[in-house]
C-alpha cells in the first residue's frame, strides 16, 4: 500500500476524534509528519548526489574533442533517462573562455546539438576530487592527468576509448589540424564512447 503523504495523514487522523481534538492534533502531526517526510527527502536527495556519475572529458584545447564528447554524453544520457552530470577540459590554457571549433559547433550541429554556448577552461587538481571519472581523450593528455592527480584519486583516471570494447588503448585522434572528415570521425568515436559510458555508468 502506498504510504500517505503528510497532508493526507494529518487529515485521516485529525478527522478521528472531532474539532476540539483536531486544533490540537492538527499542529503537531503536521510538524511531526512533514519534519519526518523532509527528512526522507533529505536523505535521498543527498543519496542522489553521492552516488550521481560526474564525468569530465580532459583534450588539449578543450574545443575540439572534449566538447564532442561532453555533447554526446549528455545527449545519451538524456536519451536513456540516466541522471549524470557531464563537463569538459583541456589540458592547455590557449583556449580558455573561447567557445570550441567552429568545425566542432558544425559537427555536433548536424546531429541537432548547439554546443556554442560551452566555453573553454583548463583542467584543474580539485577536478580529481569534483569529478567521479576524469577521461583522456588521447594518451598525451592522459600523461599529463597522471602528473596532475592527487594520490588516492588515480583511480578516477582512464583512457576515453579504453570504456570502448574492441577500442581499447586507441587515442581519440585530433582532428585539429586536419579537415572535415576528421570531426566526423572525432564525432563516430565519442558517440560510440557515449554509449558504452552510459550501459557502464547505469551498471
Ligand atoms: P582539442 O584540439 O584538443 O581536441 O581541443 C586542439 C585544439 C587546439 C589546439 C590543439 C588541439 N591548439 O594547438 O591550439
Known sequence: ??????????????????????????????????????????????EAEV???????????????????????????????????VDSAGTGDWHVGEPPDSRA??????????????RGRQVRKADFDDFTHVLALDHDNLAALEDLVPPGRENRLSLLLDH???????????PYFGDADG????????TAAARALVSELAR
Open 105 to 118: 559547433i558544425a559537427q555536433a550541429r548536424r546531429h541537432g546539438i548547439d554546443i556554442s554556448g560551452y
Open 1 to 46: 500500500m502506498q504510504r500517505p503523504c503528510a497532508c493526507q495523514a494529518v487529515a485521516i487522523l485529525t478527522n478521528v476524534n472531532g474539532a476540539p481534538h483536531r486544533l490540537v492534533a492538527f499542529p503537531i502531526l503536521s510538524i511531526f509528519l512533514i519534519r519526518n517526510e523532509f527528512h526522507g527527502l533529505l536523505l535521498s536527495w543527498i
Open 51 to 85: 552516488t550521481r556519475p560526474r564525468v569530465l572529458f580532459v583534450c588539449l584545447g578543450n574545443i575540439c574533442r572534449s566538447p564532442l564528447a561532453e555533447a554526446a554524453l549528455r545527449a545519451e544520457a538524456d536519451r536513456v533517462g540516466l541522471d549524470i552530470e
Open 164 to 174: 570502448v570494447e574492441g577500442c581499447e588503448g586507441q587515442p581519440v585522434a585530433d
Open 183 to 190: 570531426f566526423e570521425r572525432t564525432w563516430s568515436q565519442v
